[in-house]
């Protein structure tokens, strides 16, 4: 298995927090969008890695995974930005369905068996 820190996927992601995280600071984005995009990047991050941890068979109760708390995050930045004005409904109920999607999205995932995905867990040689 490719650690975290080595793979496309986290340095991707990475790259888009860094520019949210830059749009806010030139003033092109508020805080609550560049906050929404750093859950929903960390996010993206944690589903990458509870995906490989599915593929070797070990399954974590949904209340101490990563991704799970991540999408919350998203989910009461979002709120929070509603309640504020700083998004409209339409960006609120985005960003809702988005956190519930992830949630479920590993949940099934998680149910899903390395032989039922025709993943096999990494070997040594």
Known sequence: MIPWYEQKT?????A???SAIGGY???E???SIMLGAIFAGLAGIF???GIETAAQ???VPWYKQKT???AIAGILTASGGYVTGEIG???FIGALFLGLATIFGRQGIAKLGPSNRGISAPTLE
Do not use: H
Request: no cysteine.
């Open 10 to 14: 986290t340095w991707t992601i990475l």
């Open 16 to 18: 888009g927090i860094l």
């Open 25 to 27: 600071f030139v003033g």
């Open 29 to 31: 984005i508020s805080a």
């Open 47 to 49: 589903a990458r890695l």
């Open 57 to 59: 068979g070990i399954v």
């Open 68 to 70: 799970f708390w991540t």
């Open 89 to 91: 409904s339409v960006g």
